[in-house]
């Protein structure tokens, strides 16, 4: 079996348009869980894990090990259930290091309580740029690729890459950078790292909504098509070009609507906020501020 190729099996969620992947070793069974989904009702503040529920049983049916519960970065448009799935499956959660600062960001804005840890430790293991791990014998690397967030990191897999929102499916395009902390330049050159791995990797995405004249949702792509076909970074494009673009682009674009939620929950790798005196968790929302 091969030590370079991993079986990814893809779910995914149309409510957030979000795909999560389990990245199998075949030869251990060893596993890692990408981007998972907990699902949420915005209007009645309700929570269930019918999406995580889903990879769970896949995960049973195939008797597979779960090493690792990692999040790209801290999503925005959907509500993590990084920890959910760790209570009923094991495994580390892990995010990139630089966590730390959407913390001191987003615990700022959404000014959250005085324990709130701004020191990532609410999450098992914090990657480091260019770290080196294994998902069974497959050796993977996490590469720091930030611009969307700061904290937007890409997961190698053997001949795999996971993107998170970095990149789109090529008629799609990249990732916005109007959120706190996010930059079109460091985004730019956070694509060039993605770019400069061998054209054949297979690079999986973590969301897809279907550009103009597709019928079809995708999530899987290669580093060659997006050189070629990237309708904003395609080769040839430069910087300046880029960020002009991705600039004026975000302009016209309305907030996520789960940035809300998501982010409070996801900044504490998918728990919720503790309760207050009455012994209910709650969301806060803040007017005017975003």
């Known amino acids: 079996m091969s030590k370079t190729k991993p079986i990814v099996r893809s779910f995914f969620d149309e409510a957030t348009n979000n795909i999560s992947h389990i990245v199998i070793d075949p030869a251990t069974k060893n596993c890692a869980i990408i981007d998972t989904v907990l699902d949420y009702d915005a209007a009645s503040g309700r929570t269930n894990t019918r999406s995580a529920d889903q ?36 495994g580390q959660v892990g995010i990139g290091e630089h966590i730390t600062k959407i913390q001191e960001i987003f615990g700022k804005l959404f000014n959250a309580e005085a324990a709130f840890r701004v020191d990532g430790s609410q999450f098992d293991h914090l990657f480091k ?3 080196v ?58 694509i060039q790292k993605i770019f400069a791995l061998p054209e054949a990797t297979r690079i ?5 909504y279907k550009a103009n004249g597709r019928d079809v949702f995708k999530w899987e792509t290669t580093v060659g098509e997006q050189k070629r076909e990237n309708i904003h ?13 991705r600039t004026e682009r975000d302009k016209t674009l309305s907030m996520p609507r789960l940035i809300v939620p998501s982010v409070q929950i996801n900044m504490r790798a998918g728990e919720m906020p503790p309760a207050e005196d009455n012994g209910i968790q709650y969301i806060k929302v803040p007017i005017n501020a975003l």
């Open 55 to 90: 990879l769970i049983a896949d995960v049973k049916a195939q008797g597979l090990g779960v090493q690792w519960i990692i999040d790209t970065h801290v999503h925005a448009d959907h509500l993590s259930a990084a920890h959910y799935i760790k209570s009923q499956l094991g």
């Open 129 to 131: 740029d260019n770290e």
């Open 133 to 190: 791990y294994q998902v069974g014998e497959i050796t993977a690397r996490a590469v720091h690729t930030p611009g969307h967030t700061p904290a937007c990191m890409t997961h190698i897999i053997g001949d795999a890459a996971f993107v998170g929102d970095t990149l789109f499916m090529p008629d799609f395009g990249t990732a916005r950078c109007d959120f706190p902390g996010g930059d079109a330049h460091i985004l730019y050159h956070s």
């Open 204 to 208: 999986f995405l973590n969301h897809d």
């Open 233 to 245: 970074v395609h080769e040839g494009i430069s910087e300046a070009e880029f960020v002009k673009m």
